[in-house]
């Protein structure tokens, strides 16, 4: 079976259709706020569940290392365009431009990581075994232990609720 390969525009897609769905938009802003998980990282976990492909740990570190150019950049605009929240006194206008420009910095941090994601040579779960049984994606094991979420309750909850909003 070949490796699979995706190209950003296609998980760009993909992530804002995800993002819209039910409640992963607060699931992921929960992971990312309080356990300093990577939302785009998190998206492709998700990608990789839904499409019976398996990221082992070494493979999804490279996943993150190719974010971490941009992340510092990407946590000092956020907190910026939180800051100007009109919520919080700043202008509605003002908003509204830091949000594009923050998805703007999300899109760039997608492609570095969509390059890095198509060097690895990620197995896939055959078709037939996923199929009405429950297989466990060692995705989600990676995920965690990326991120060191193995001793908290609250984030392994958070993944299990993601996860469940897969379905």
Not at 142 to 165: G, P
């Given at each position: 079976?070949?490796?699979?390969?995706?190209?950003?525009?296609?998980?760009?897609?993909?992530?804002?259709?995800?993002?819209?769905?039910?409640?992963?938009a607060?699931?992921?802003?929960?992971?990312?706020?309080?356990?300093?998980?990577?939302?785009?990282?998190?998206?492709?976990?998700?990608?990789?569940?839904?499409?019976?492909?398996?990221?082992?740990?070494?493979?999804?570190?490279?996943?993150?290392?190719?974010?971490?150019?941009?992340?510092?950049?990407?946590?000092?605009?956020?907190?910026?365009?939180?800051?100007?929240h009109?919520?919080?006194?700043?202008?509605?206008?003002?908003?509204?431009?830091?949000?594009?420009?923050?998805?703007?910095?999300?899109?760039?941090?997608?492609e570095?990581?969509?390059?890095?994601?198509?060097?690895?040579?990620?197995?896939?779960?055959?078709?037939?075994?996923?199929?009405?049984?429950?297989?466990?994606?060692?995705?989600?094991?990676?995920?965690?232990?990326?991120?060191?979420?193995?001793?908290?309750?609250?984030?392994?909850?958070?993944?299990?609720?993601?996860?469940?909003?897969?379905?």
């Open positions: 079976m070949p490796t699979p390969s995706l190209n950003s525009k296609t998980f760009w897609q993909y992530s804002v259709s995800l993002y819209a769905t039910g409640d992963i607060p699931i992921a802003l929960m992971l990312q706020d309080n356990h300093k998980v990577n939302v785009n990282v998190l998206l492709l976990v998700c990608w990789c569940l839904q499409n019976n492909v398996i990221i082992n740990l070494a493979q999804l570190n490279a996943v993150i290392k190719a974010c971490e150019p941009s992340e510092a950049t990407l946590k000092l605009h956020r907190a910026s365009r939180k800051a100007a009109p919520d919080k006194g700043g202008s509605a206008d003002v908003y509204e431009t830091l949000k594009k420009e923050e998805l703007t910095l999300e899109r760039q941090q997608q570095a990581m969509m390059l890095a994601f198509n060097e690895q040579v990620v197995a896939t779960i055959p078709g037939n075994a996923a199929l009405g049984a429950n297989v466990f994606n060692a995705s989600i094991a990676a995920l965690i232990n990326a991120y060191n979420l193995r001793d908290s309750q609250e984030a392994r909850h958070l993944v299990s609720l993601l996860v469940n909003q897969l379905s």
